[in-house]
């Protein structure tokens, strides 16, 4: 089991350039969610998927996030244009059809949006 | 709706000391809790969950909580802290919608745990 994988690690861009971010699931798992974590806010849920289709999105700050789920083994966060606002450490996690088990987290893309 | 609140954004101990971060819920139907670590440049990773008929579960690390649902609380101790246990600290709740969909987990905003040599 080789965990959440996400892409890059880290990420720096200048604002108004579009940043996309990656992750691969745990196989098997039928849950995926974005989150993304800053001093301030801590700890916030942006958007999750039940198998590929977005389940809720009310998290997602504005127009200029979108997230996509293609198949079981891949998902896109995109920030187009980012700001320097978006900075932020955004993970990954995934979990099994339970709905009550724990999810499990890749180690998160770290953006600096300059 | 559903809520942590972790009550102390850092806690000190000393080496060898009793290591208590508390976690306390607000919940109208019954919650599924779990405790988190995250250590420095990296991800979550999971310490303990709780499961239905138990008040006590034992994590990782020598880590335990105790579910109180008269206080609404899952506190999280450790006996006897090491140099390694330095780190920030999530209690998290994950609720059943009414309808039966799953949601996410909502954090509380972490304890960052800092040990006295």
């Known amino acids: 089991d080789a965990g959440v994988i996400q892409s890059p690690r880290h990420e720096v861009t200048e604002m108004g350039q579009e940043v996309t971010l990656r992750c691969k699931p745990i196989s098997g798992h039928d849950y995926l969610f974005w989150y993304r974590q800053t001093m301030m806010r801590g700890l916030e849920l942006l958007i999750y998927?039940?198998?590929?289709?977005?389940?809720?999105d009310s998290g997602m700050p504005e127009d200029r996030f979108s997230a996509k789920m293609p198949n079981a083994s891949f998902s896109t966060l995109k920030i187009q244009p980012s700001e320097p606002r978006d900075s932020a450490v955004y993970f990954c996690a995934s979990s099994p059809g339970r709905r009550t088990g724990p999810l499990h987290f890749g180690n998160g893309t770290r953006l600096t949006v300059t | 709706a559903q809520s942590v609140t972790q009550l102390g954004s850092h806690v000190s101990v000393s080496e060898g000391a009793l290591v208590l971060l508390r976690c306390n819920y607000s919940s109208s139907v019954p919650p599924y809790l779990f405790w988190y670590v995250q250590y420095p440049n990296q991800g979550l990773q999971l310490l303990l969950k709780?499961?239905?008929?138990?008040?006590l579960f034992k994590g990782i690390n020598g880590f335990e909580a105790e579910f109180k649902k008269s206080e609404t609380s899952f506190h999280l101790t450790k006996p006897s802290a090491h140099m390694s246990d330095a780190a920030e600290y999530f209690c998290?709740?994950?609720?059943?919608?009414?309808?039966?969909?799953?949601?996410?987990?909502?954090f509380g905003k972490g304890t960052h745990l800092i040990i006295q040599p």
């Open positions: 998290a709740v994950r609720l059943l919608e009414p309808g039966g969909g799953a949601d996410g987990l909502t």
């Open positions: 709780y499961t239905s008929a138990a008040t």
């Open positions: 998927f039940n198998n590929n289709v977005p389940i809720d």
